[in-house]
Nanobody, 123 residues
């Protein structure tokens, strides 16, 4: 089964940047969706950006133009470059994967999840 481990979180000030990584191990089907999500305690998990196979990433309006997702050619590592961070970005960030999906930003469709990495943005 697939295993995912996020890293790169931390505490930064408003306007600074962070780069998150997600290491994927185990068997991964050739057809898959992979994405980044975040969750604040008491609020619903939010899809940030995801890709369907080798298609272009789909971004949520809340992060479009500031966050950038990429993956290695062998698809074993995901990255999330986060620029111009704001306090509203404070959350637990997760990467996830599923064999196939319809709406790539719908977290309910994803099967395998990492443990999360905390991002805190102070003003």
């Amino acid at each position: 089964q697939a295993q995912l481990v996020e890293s790169g979180g931390g505490s930064v000030q408003t306007g600074e940047s962070l780069r998150l990584s997600c290491a994927v191990s185990g068997y991964i089907y050739s057809n898959h969706c992979m994405g980044w999500f975040r969750q604040v305690p008491g609020k619903e998990r939010e899809g940030l950006v995801a890709i369907n196979n080798d298609d272009s990433p789909i971004y949520a309006d809340s992060v479009k133009g500031r966050f950038t997702m990429s993956q290695d050619k062998d698809r074993n590592t995901l990255h999330l470059q986060m620029d111009s961070l704001k306090p509203e970005a404070t959350a637990m960030y997760y990467c996830a994967v599923v064999t196939f999906c319809g709406g790539v930003l719908h977290w309910e469709q994803y099967t395998f999840w990492g443990q999360g990495t905390q991002v805190t943005v102070s003003s």
